[in-house]
């Protein structure tokens, strides 16, 4: 391609290049057919003139050589990394695969070929809107891919879910409450909107409800079926059928735990081990048995325990979300505190609040349908209170919005 054209199309605008109404029958020799055909689609695809190097670059890609001078939109990095990683996950997945066919191990080989479909098709861009061009930049240049690859996991409460990401891999979430008061409930719909929104592999525990109840209770709210038709066993077989072709057309079902049997934090880490899920969720995480040989208070457990869940997050880099119950200080609390229930409304408190990066506290119900959350701590350091809705007929415990607008609860907002 000769220098002139480089020369004029380096300085040129956008629609300056529109103007020269280009095509490939331009140019003689295939190489500068190719190259046209690269910056085409590069102006098209990230509305922006490639500059010198990222051309260079497109050349030597091949050896992997990348110049971390170039200059360009986040959207071209991502996609470069999209394409590293994609590549990585199907060439590990054929090396497994010419292993099990050579072995004629077929129902090994469909699994792993639908689970290499399912890793790739969570590679999404949306998920990282958190992350700066220059961090894609930087990860570009050293061919990195895993830390900016793996994505947060999303509550689906947008005061929660700030910079698109509320959870990363390594994060602890509490979400506490009194007795009853739906702590279960607003854990099961986090991981029903995180398998169904986010197609992650979810693993719930419960210290206190069995496999059954838990299955029950996701049924209703994937669904949106009255809980207590299907607890009642009022629900008719055709309604039944149809709920259970939902729930096994799901990409990733979650998998629950129930209470079967006492849970510990090793026999938790085996099993997460074993499955390897994207995020785990631990109702009830205050009743996990500690093995220590000295005797524990209550209190010593709480503590135990949380900073226990936080080590396996570290380690296993999963986020993983934990339901508390309040203490019975917290009416005294909140009103104390003008109607807010913060940290100190949970025993544990200054370790789950220098341990976790997110806790929800959620208020009693006052009979009108819906619930207050209360953001009591983010790693943003916002806290604020919104209203979800309560609605057990269509199981919907989605954030309320009106006239376009987040409900802030106003005393919450004085007081803070």
Same mark, same amino acid.
């Given at each position: 391609?000769?220098?002139?054209?480089?020369?004029?199309?380096?300085?040129?605008?956008?629609?300056?290049?529109?103007?020269?109404?280009?095509?490939?029958?331009?140019?003689?020799?295939?190489?500068?057919?190719?190259?046209?055909?690269?910056?085409? #689609?590069? &102006? $098209?695809?990230? /509305?922006?003139?490639? !500059? %010198?190097?990222?051309?260079? +670059?497109? @050349?030597?890609?091949?050896?992997?050589?990348?110049?971390?001078?170039?200059?360009?939109?986040?959207?071209?990095?991502?996609?470069?990394?999209?394409?590293?990683?994609?590549?990585?996950?199907?060439?590990?997945?054929?090396?497994?695969?010419?292993?099990?066919?050579?072995?004629?191990?077929?129902?090994?080989?469909? #699994?792993? &070929? $639908?689970?290499? /479909?399912?890793?790739? !098709? %969570?590679?999404?861009?949306? +998920?990282? @809107?958190?992350?700066?061009?220059?961090?894609?930049?930087?990860?570009?240049?050293?061919?990195?891919?895993?830390?900016?690859?793996?994505?947060?996991?999303?509550?689906?409460?947008?005061?929660?879910?700030?910079?698109?990401?509320?959870?990363?891999?390594?994060?602890?979430?509490?979400?506490?409450?009194?007795?009853?008061?739906?702590?279960?409930?607003?854990?099961?719909?986090?991981?029903?909107?995180?398998?169904?929104?986010?197609?992650?592999?979810?693993?719930?525990?419960?210290?206190?409800?069995?496999?059954?109840?838990?299955?029950?209770?996701?049924?209703?709210?994937?669904?949106?079926?009255?809980?207590?038709?299907?607890?009642?066993?009022?629900?008719?077989?055709?309604?039944?059928?149809?709920?259970?072709?939902?729930?096994?057309?799901?990409?990733?079902?979650?998998?629950?735990?129930?209470?079967?049997?006492?849970?510990?934090?090793?026999?938790?880490?085996?099993?997460?081990?074993?499955?390897?899920?994207?995020?785990?969720?631990?109702?009830?995480?205050?009743?996990?048995?500690?093995?220590?040989?000295?005797?524990?208070?209550?209190?010593?457990?709480?503590?135990?325990?949380?900073?226990?869940?936080?080590?396996?997050?570290?380690?296993?880099?999963?986020?993983?979300?934990?339901?508390?119950?309040?203490?019975?200080?917290?009416?005294?609390?909140?009103?104390?505190?003008?109607?807010?229930?913060?940290?100190?409304?949970?025993?544990?408190?200054?370790?789950?609040?220098?341990?976790?990066?997110?806790?929800?506290?959620?208020?009693?119900?006052?009979?009108?349908?819906?619930?207050?959350?209360?953001?009591?701590?983010?790693?943003?350091?916002?806290?604020?209170?919104?209203?979800?809705?309560?609605?057990?007929?269509?199981?919907?415990?989605?954030?309320?919005?009106?006239?376009?607008?987040?409900?802030?609860?106003?005393?919450?907002?004085?007081?803070?």
């Amino acid at each position: 391609m000769e220098q002139a054209f480089f020369t004029k199309l380096l300085s040129c605008t956008v629609q300056e290049y529109a103007a020269l109404g280009l095509n490939e029958t331009f140019f003689v020799t295939d190489g500068d057919k190719a190259i046209f055909n690269f910056v085409d #689609k590069h &102006i $098209r695809q990230y /509305l922006v003139i490639p !500059s %010198k190097e990222t051309i260079c +670059n497109e @050349k030597l890609a091949a050896v992997g050589h990348f110049d971390s001078d170039i200059s360009e939109p986040m959207a071209f990095y991502f996609d470069k990394l999209l394409l590293r990683q994609t590549h990585k996950v199907y060439n590990s997945m054929l090396k497994e695969c010419a292993d099990l066919n050579k072995e004629k191990k077929y129902d090994e080989l469909s #699994k792993r &070929i $639908r689970s290499a /479909l399912i890793d790739a !098709s %969570k590679l999404d861009r949306n +998920n990282h @809107k958190h992350v700066t061009s220059a961090d894609f930049k930087s990860v570009y240049a050293k061919k990195a891919v895993k830390k900016f690859i793996q994505s947060g996991v999303l509550t689906g409460y947008s005061h929660i879910d700030q910079g698109n990401v509320a959870l990363n891999p390594g994060d602890v979430g509490v979400v506490g409450g009194r007795p009853n008061t739906g702590k279960t409930y607003i854990a099961i719909y986090k991981a029903c909107h995180a398998s169904v929104k986010q197609h992650k592999k979810v693993l719930l525990y419960s210290m206190e409800m069995s496999t059954e109840q838990l299955t029950l209770r996701y049924a209703a709210i994937r669904n949106s079926y009255p809980v207590h038709e299907i607890n009642r066993s009022e629900v008719a077989t055709v309604q039944l059928k149809k709920m259970i072709a939902v729930m096994e057309s799901d990409p990733e079902p979650v998998i629950f735990i129930g209470n079967e049997k006492p849970h510990t934090l090793q026999s938790i880490t085996d099993t997460v081990t074993v499955h390897s899920p994207d995020y785990l969720i631990l109702d009830a995480a205050y009743l996990i048995q500690i093995e220590s040989k000295r005797h524990l208070s209550s209190y010593e457990k709480i503590v135990e325990t949380i900073k226990g869940v936080k080590r396996l997050a570290t380690e296993l880099q999963i986020p993983i979300l934990c339901t508390y119950q309040l203490n019975r200080e917290s009416k005294k609390i909140k009103k104390e505190n003008d109607g807010v229930i913060d940290l100190s409304a949970i025993a544990g408190a200054d370790d789950i609040g220098q341990l976790a990066s997110i806790a929800v506290f959620v208020d009693e119900d006052d009979g009108g349908g819906e619930r207050l959350l209360h953001l009591a701590k983010h790693r943003d350091g916002q806290k604020c209170a919104f209203r979800i809705n309560w609605d057990f007929e269509k199981m919907d415990f989605s954030e309320i919005f009106t006239t376009g607008e987040e409900t802030i609860d106003e005393s919450y907002k004085d007081a803070v």
